[in-house]
Antibody, heavy 118, light 108 residues
Framework: QVQLVQSGAEVKKPGASVKVSCKAS????????ISWVRQAPGQGLEWMGWISAYNGNTNYAQKLQGRVTMTTDTSTSTAYMELRSLRSDDTAVYYC???????????WGQGTLVTVSS | EIVMTQSPATLSVSPGERATLSCRASQSVSSNLAWYQQKPGQAPRLLIY???TRATGIPARFSGSGSGTEFTLTISSLQSEDFAVYYCQQYNNWRTWTFGQGTKVEIK
């Protein structure tokens, strides 16, 4: 069965970086993209970006351009999302989601809480 | 950027009643519209894609309709496990996705 398993919760200071992993199993990793979505406490869903696991092409949300980098390691079927220059308003649960070519998100990871606090 | 607007923000419904949720796009997204359900402390779950196709394992009481800029999610007879927040999402813009702000379905 398809599973996306994310790394554990992180606590970071303002200005630091965080890297969240998302290990995929149960499907051919390179046949799908991975999107990252975050959710601040009590708020809605915010799309952050997408990466093709086939060729590494990326597309990032404009508001995060320059601070976010998404990568994949096809040897371990793992996707990564790194966010730099963290601010308090980056505190959120970060989700990875499988993105079929059609565009919707059919499987989601369990989420990773990132807390940014001095 | 395509803006997705959901209404109402909160919907109070009694178990067994019908719930109708709306989603409007700021420009046409054709049928490239998905609906997700999210319960507290859980990841979102895909319900509907292509505006009207139920995802695998989704009960028939969930149905989606619409195209262009106006979309509807209908839950025909609310069960206790259906009380949650529902989000619409457009995927018409190539590799640029946007979500609505969500509709909370609560017990009346």
């Amino acid at each position: 069965q398809v599973q996306l398993v994310q790394s554990g919760a992180e606590v970071k200071k303002p200005g630091a970086s965080v890297k969240v992993s998302c290990k995929a199993s149960g499907y051919t990793f390179t046949s799908y993209g991975i999107s990252w979505v975050r959710q601040a406490p009590g708020q809605g869903l915010e799309w952050m970006g997408w990466i093709s696991a086939y060729n590494g092409n990326t597309n990032y949300a404009q508001k995060l351009q320059g601070r976010v980098t998404m990568t994949t390691d096809t040897s371990t079927s793992t996707a990564y999302m790194e966010l730099r220059s963290l601010r308090s308003d980056d505190t959120a649960v970060y989700y990875c989601a499988r993105a079929p070519p059609q565009g919707y998100f059919d499987y989601w990871g369990q989420g990773t809480l990132v807390t940014v606090s001095s | 950027e395509i803006v997705m607007t959901q209404s109402p923000a909160t919907l109070s419904v009694s178990p067994g009643e019908r719930a109708t949720l709306s989603c409007r796009a700021s420009q046409s997204v054709s049928s490239n519209l998905a609906w997700y359900q999210q319960k507290p402390g859980q990841a979102p779950r895909l319900l509907i894609y292509g505006a009207s196709t139920r995802a695998t394992g989704i009960p028939a009481r969930f149905s989606g309709s619409g195209s262009g800029t106006e979309f509807t999610l209908t839950i025909s007879s609310l069960q206790s496990e259906d009380f949650a927040v529902y989000y619409c999402q457009q995927y018409n813009n190539w590799r640029t996705w946007t979500f609505g702000q969500g509709t909370k379905v609560e017990i009346k």
